[in-house]
């Protein structure tokens, strides 16, 4: 293969992953024109129409989606090798993409950096926050952060942070006008804070459990969020009950700013993983970081 024939198929691959041409451009450092000049080459060498184009989008035709599917994996390895190489250097370099939810950006991922970086100025990392379960390979990323719960079966997962607990809260001027519940059940007669789920964008259903008793609550209130700090900031203005991660509301429920409320019911979940696909050739510096996270009880 010629060297501008795999300079055509990195810029098809760009331009088929971002569905678009000016951030594809932006990605390879060339222009919108020069970039969509090499796709028509390749695709008039291949004599196939591979991409899609309209004034608002590019998607790939079932042909451009067959190249892609070859191509991802295939550059994706191409890079991982590349980058192995920096084991060669006296210290470990080069950047890390990882996707995370933003309670475990804040809790995980920025105190261990906090730590490690400075010791070597060589690594870089980026951290995108998005509360979805992201596609890595879509999304160019090395690693992501999820619940482990959510980490899918053929990923390698490494636990970073401990079990998780939720709690339900409510203002003092709330209570101050409403009864305690004194079961889950109850809670369909206050005014809750729902969640919407990032990934189905579904209402999330308070889920309970006691002696093994499991009980799941669709609870109704006037305000929604997508993002627990804003349930928080809801429940401190006693506009209802928020039910949210324990490690953010236990400051305020000290402070006497929050009141917490079936705590018998409140079951631990699966802390935080670290996931990233098995095929994944590890860097010196990616497998440093995913040691500096590992979660070590005790």
């Not at 451009?64 to 084991?87: C, D, H, S």
């Not at 969640?195 to 006691?210: C, D, I, K, S, V």
């Amino acid at each position: 293969m010629r060297r501008d024939e795999l300079g055509e198929l990195a810029a098809f691959l760009a331009v088929a992953e971002e569905r678009n041409f000016t951030r594809a451009a932006a990605r390879l450092g060339t222009s919108q024109s020069a970039l969509s000049h090499t796709v028509r080459r390749l695709e008039t060498r291949l004599g196939l129409r591979l991409l899609v184009r309209t004034t608002r989008s590019v998607a790939p035709t079932e042909a451009g989606e067959r190249l892609l599917e070859t191509l991802a994996p295939a550059f994706q390895e191409i890079e991982g090798k590349i980058a192995a190489l920096g084991e060669l250097r006296d210290k470990p370099s080069g950047t890390i993409r990882i996707t995370s939810g933003e309670h475990a950006a804040h809790s995980i991922l920025w105190p261990t950096l906090e730590r490690l970086l400075p010791q070597y100025p060589d690594i870089k990392v980026e951290i995108t926050t998005d509360q979805s379960l992201t596609d890595l390979a879509a999304g160019r990323y090395d690693a992501g952060v999820r619940l482990g719960e959510q980490v899918a079966k053929d990923m390698v997962a490494v636990r970073i942070g401990p079990d998780l607990r939720m709690v339900v809260v409510g203002s003092p001027a709330y209570f101050a006008t409403h009864p305690k519940p004194r079961t889950p059940h109850d809670l369909t007669a206050h005014a809750c804070i729902n969640l919407r789920l990032p990934t189905l964008g579904g209402l999330y259903a308070w889920e309970f459990e006691q002696d093994g008793r499991e009980v799941n609550v669709r609870v109704d209130g006037p305000l929604t969020f997508n993002d627990m700090s804003l349930v928080i900031k809801a429940a401190l203005a006693g506009m209802g009950l928020g039910y949210v991660m324990e490690d953010k509301a236990t400051p305020l429920i000290d402070q006497g700013l929050l009141i917490p409320v079936l705590e018998e019911w409140r079951p631990p979940f699966p802390g935080y993983h670290l996931y990233y696909p098995s095929r994944r050739q590890p860097t010196p510096a990616f497998a440093l970081l995913v040691e500096a996270l590992r979660y070590r009880s005790g």
